[in-house]
C-alpha cells in the first residue's frame, strides 16, 4: 500500500532557509511518512517568517506537526504520538560502554585474524582490554575539562591533587597504546596499575560503601552511565592488564 492509499495526511510546518535546514524537521518527515502518512510539507524559509509561525501557534520551536487539524507539536511529540520512547536529558543510558567494549571486541578479533589467522589467540583478548582503554580515553579527551568536573565528584586521589583528573585520560590511553603494541611494556604497565588501582578504591568506596549515586566519568564528563559496575569493570580491567602483561613477556616472551 503507497501512503497516498492509506488517506492519512499530517501537515508539516519546518525550517528550511539556505543556511539552515532543521534536521528535526526532516527527522519527524521521515517519521511520518513511515508510519503511512502524506505530508504536506511546508518550508519556514525565513527567521522573519518562522517567528510569524511561532507566534501565530503560540509554539517556542519548530518543527510542528499537525494531524487531523490537531497540533501534535515537535518531533519528541510525535514520537510519543506514535508510542516511541523519548528519553529525559538526564536519563541514564548504558549504550555508550555498550557500544565502545562491543567495538573493541570485535576490533580485537580483527586484529588477531588480521595478524594470526584466527581469533582464538590470548593477544585477542589482551587488544580488548587496550583497545577498550584507548576508546574510553578518547571519550574522555574530547572534553579533558568536562571529564575532570565529574571525575572530582569521586575519585580520591583527585579530590587531593585536582591535576590528576587531567592527567588521567592521558595516562589511560597511553598505557592502551603500548599494550596493543607490546611495546615498553615496563611504563605502560605501572601507569595501568597506578590507575586502575586508585580507580577500583575511588568507585567501590563512593557507590558500595557511602552508597553515592554519581554519574560515571569513564566515557566522559558528559555522559549519563550510572558509577558503579562499569567503571570498576574498566579499572580492574586496567589492573589485569597490568599484572599480566609483565608475567606473559617473562613467561612466554
Known sequence: MTQSDTGKTATLYRMVMPEHICPFGLKSKD???????????????????????????????????FI????????????????????????????PVIAIFSTAFFMALAVSWAAFGTVFTIRAFEWFIAISMCLLAVQKLQDVESFSTMFLNYDLLARRW??????????????????IAGALIWIAAPIALFIGTVGAVSVFKAVYIDKRELKCACVGGSSKVPLGFVSLTENLMMVAMAIWMPIRILLIG
Request: charged share 30%; no cysteine.
Open 31 to 65: 517519521l511520518l511518512e513511515s508510519h503511512g502518512f502524506t505530508v504536506d510539507d511546508h518550508h519556514l524559509k525565513t527567521r522573519q517568517e518562522t517567528d510569524a509561525f511561532k507566534k501565530e501557534h503560540n509554539v517556542d520551536t519548530t518543527p510542528q506537526t
Open 68 to 95: 487531523e487539524g490537531k497540533r501534535i507539536g515537535g518531533h519528541d511529540d510525535l514520537r510519543e504520538y506514535f508510542g516511541q520512547e523519548v528519553k529525559s536529558a538526564d536519563e541514564t543510558s548504558y549504550k
Open 162 to 179: 585536582v591535576k590528576y583528573g587531567y592527567i588521567y585520560p592521558f595516562g589511560e590511553a597511553l598505557a592502551g597504546i603500548l599494550m
